[in-house]
């Protein structure tokens, strides 16, 4: 696990559209809810009826732990600490997320995009061109109808 998940800091978050989520509460103020690691409890009924709960990611690809979700704070309708055997499934359930996931080739690919963002920015400002086109190299002619 490439950060140390902090138990004390997961709060169960029962939310606007009726999804319930555990995640660690990194930041929180008025309006913003900064987490990481969210998981949404999803609630199964099996053939035999029998009702079962399981975690999924909250969001598409959010599995990396340094990354993080801002909840609008209006969107949460109640907060409480989980209970510990939900605490427990959550932090293995995080566990097995992690294990032996390797974030390099996204951090990697991450560093590259940025990288070319620089490039394009440096290479336009290099370019020398000023706003107002003087030359009018780079105007296309209409008719005007009058």
Not at 14 to 19: A, D, F, P, Y
Not at 92 to 119: P, S
Request: charged content about 30%; glycine content about 4%.
């Amino acid at each position: 696990m490439s950060s140390e998940l902090d138990l004390y800091s997961v709060k169960h978050l029962k939310l606007s559209t009726g999804e319930e989520v555990l995640a660690e509460i990194i930041e929180e103020d008025q309006w913003d809810v900064v987490m990481r690691r969210p998981l949404k409890l999803v609630t199964e009924i099996a053939k035999d009826r029998t009702r079962f709960h399981s975690f999924r990611c909250f969001m598409t690809y959010m599995d990396d732990p340094e990354t993080f979700v801002i909840l609008k704070s209006r969107q949460i309708v109640a907060v409480t600490f989980p209970v510990p055997s939900m605490l427990q499934q959550y932090s293995a359930t995080i566990d097995e997320i992690e294990k032996g996931q390797d974030y390099t080739a996204q951090k990697e690919a991450a560093h590259i995009a940025k990288a070319m963002i620089d490039e394009i920015i440096e290479n336009n400002r290099d370019r020398g061109d000023d706003d107002d086109d003087s030359d009018g190299g780079n105007i296309i002619p209409f008719p005007t109808f009058h």
